[in-house]
């Protein structure tokens, strides 16, 4: 038996007019493939029949009157995601100290339908992921996007950088008529599943640090900055 960590997940898109998220997490064996019990964001919401999006928070909200202004008093996670609890259905991932997971999120057409939102960058945007062994509640993005580091010493030294990468993993699509999803839909062929369909999830792989404590719950945070 090995002792594991509980891994907490609260994510949050920097964006406007984003609506994707991190559906699971699964720890990564050596050879490559998913084991365990996949985990789940806090106040996650499964996508059964009769889904409603509930998942999505912007920051800015498209009802500030300064959709560009991001402010100290913006909350890291939205107010279902702020306390450790996991809904019925989406436990946490457990899984060891120093052991590799993956991330993975629908692009939801922000990848292969690139003219429906112009202006934005050919990678989509930047996915991080932070985390902490000293979560708080009413935790604030600036106060962790872009001031904690990968040494640990960045910001108010709670946290650490874990990964940064580009929103677009290169291989994942959404199935319809364009060329990005056509040529992806070739090269990356997927035999459709009750979990992502025919489309192909965007994943994005990490190492939690080794030195993680067992026994009591590491959170991360998932941040999508995706500037105009």
Same mark, same amino acid.
């Given at each position: 038996?090995?002792?594991?960590?509980?891994?907490?997940?609260?994510?949050?898109?920097?964006?406007?007019?984003?609506?994707?998220?991190?559906?699971?997490?699964?720890?990564?064996?050596?050879?490559?493939?998913?084991?365990?019990?996949?985990?789940?964001?806090?106040?996650?919401?499964?996508?059964?029949?009769?889904?409603?999006?509930?998942?999505?928070?912007?920051?800015?909200?498209?009802?500030?009157?300064?959709?560009?202004?991001?402010?100290?008093?913006?909350?890291?996670?939205?107010?279902?995601?702020?306390?450790?609890?996991?809904?019925?259905?989406?436990?946490?991932?457990?899984?060891?100290?120093?052991?590799?997971?993956?991330?993975?999120?629908?692009?939801?057409?922000?990848?292969? !339908? /690139?003219? +429906?939102? #112009?202006?934005?960058? %050919?990678?989509?945007?930047?996915?991080?992921?932070?985390?902490? &062994?000293?979560?708080?509640?009413?935790?604030?993005?600036?106060?962790?996007?872009?001031?904690?580091?990968?040494?640990?010493k960045g910001g108010?030294?709670?946290?650490?950088?874990?990964?940064?990468?580009?929103?677009?993993?290169?291989?994942?699509?959404?199935?319809?008529?364009?060329s990005i999803s056509?040529?992806?839909?070739?090269?990356?062929?997927?035999?459709?599943?009750?979990?992502?369909?025919?489309?192909?999830?965007?994943?994005?792989?990490?190492? !939690? /640090?080794? +030195?993680? #404590?067992?026994?009591? %719950?590491?959170?991360?945070?998932?941040?999508?900055?995706?500037? &105009?």
């Amino acid at each position: 038996f090995s002792p594991t960590l509980i891994v907490l997940f609260a994510l949050h898109i920097l964006s406007i007019n984003a609506h994707s998220w991190v559906e699971q997490l699964t720890v990564i064996a050596p050879n490559g493939t998913f084991i365990g019990t996949p985990g789940y964001a806090r106040g996650n919401v499964l996508r059964t029949p009769g889904f409603v999006d509930t998942m999505t928070y912007l920051i800015p909200p498209n009802s500030r009157q300064d959709v560009t202004s991001v402010l100290p008093v913006d909350n890291m996670c939205r107010e279902t995601q702020q306390d450790q609890a996991q809904t019925e259905g989406s436990p946490r991932l457990q899984a060891n100290p120093g052991a590799a997971i993956a991330l993975r999120y629908q692009e939801n057409g922000h990848v292969t !339908l /690139p003219q +429906n939102q #112009p202006g934005k960058p %050919p990678n989509r945007g930047f996915v991080y992921v932070y985390g902490t &062994t000293q979560p708080k509640t009413d935790e604030k993005l600036l106060d962790i996007h872009g001031k904690w580091t990968q040494d640990g010493k960045g910001g108010d030294k709670r946290g650490v950088l874990l990964s940064k990468q580009n929103f677009d993993d290169g291989r994942c699509y959404q199935v319809n008529d364009q060329s990005i999803s056509q040529t992806r839909q070739e090269e990356y062929a997927h035999n459709a599943n009750q979990l992502m369909g025919a489309d192909l999830w965007c994943q994005q792989d990490l190492r !939690l /640090p080794t +030195n993680a #404590p067992t026994g009591k %719950p590491y959170t991360l945070y998932w941040v999508w900055d995706w500037p &105009t």
